[in-house]
């Protein structure tokens, strides 16, 4: 059974807002309870919410009639991998980088601020998903217009390529340009503070 395609918003959702929101949540969380380091409070709220995310697998599996592994549980797992790669590890990473070195932070205030660039920029990646029918309609994949052949897969449409483009540098670049606009905007434009 492959996922239905109504189910696709959902999905979208829930790998890039519920995720960013969960972990930055968890992460929250964490810290408060006196797990010290923004980067270790993020690690471990990523395994929470992806062990989470298991259990929503395994109960779609289970009202599905837990039929075979490679239908939709093994199409939501592969998402999630994919997911947490794409959309967790190297937009976080790239945001605490681009902090560090652009507005000179010490790393655990580079994770903090880059963490909450991540939920906005994972909010925009899934409007713009979305964006093409709204949350009832239908996403980016049902984009027409002019076809071109990419890489040797012909009948891409070019709005199409050009939305998943934007979702790809929103998603890996967002974090750490949100954060910085959000450290700019606690400390002002011109100062560059080394923070801890």
């Known amino acids: 059974m492959a996922l239905p395609t109504g189910l696709l918003p959902v999905l979208a959702f829930v790998l890039t807002v519920g995720?960013?929101?969960?972990?930055?949540?968890?992460?929250?969380?964490?810290?408060r309870q006196g797990v010290e380091g923004s980067a270790r409070a993020l690690?471990?709220?990523?395994?929470?919410?992806?062990?989470?995310?298991?259990v929503g697998v395994v109960a779609l599996w289970g009202l599905t009639g837990f039929g075979s592994l490679?239908?939709?549980?093994?199409?939501?797992?592969t998402a999630g991998l994919g997911?947490?790669?794409?959309?967790?590890?190297?937009?976080?990473?790239?945001?605490?980088?681009?902090?560090r070195h652009g507005r000179g932070l010490r790393r655990d205030a580079a994770w903090g601020y880059a963490a909450?660039?991540?939920?906005?920029?994972?909010?925009?990646?899934?409007?713009?998903?979305?964006?093409?029918?709204?949350?009832a309609g239908g996403t980016i994949l049902d984009l027409g217009g002019p076809r071109i052949c990419l890489l040797g897969a012909c009948g891409l449409s070019v709005p199409l390529?050009?939305?998943?483009?934007?979702q790809v540098v929103?998603?890996?670049?967002?974090?750490?340009?949100f954060g910085l606009l959000l450290h700019a905007s606690r400390v002002g434009p011109r100062r560059r503070r080394v923070e801890g």
């Open 70 to 77: 490679w239908g939709l549980p093994a199409a939501l797992i």
């Open 19 to 31: 995720v960013a929101g969960g972990v930055r949540l968890g992460a929250a969380l964490l810290h």
């Open 43 to 54: 690690a471990g709220a990523t395994r929470a919410v992806a062990a989470l995310y298991l």
């Open 116 to 135: 909450d660039g991540w939920v906005v920029a994972m909010i925009l990646v899934f409007l713009v998903f979305v964006a093409p029918g709204g949350l």
């Open 161 to 166: 390529l050009a939305a998943a483009a934007l």
């Open 83 to 99: 997911a947490l790669a794409l959309l967790v590890v190297v937009p976080l990473s790239v945001g605490e980088w681009l902090l």
């Open 170 to 177: 929103l998603a890996v670049f967002g974090p750490g340009l």
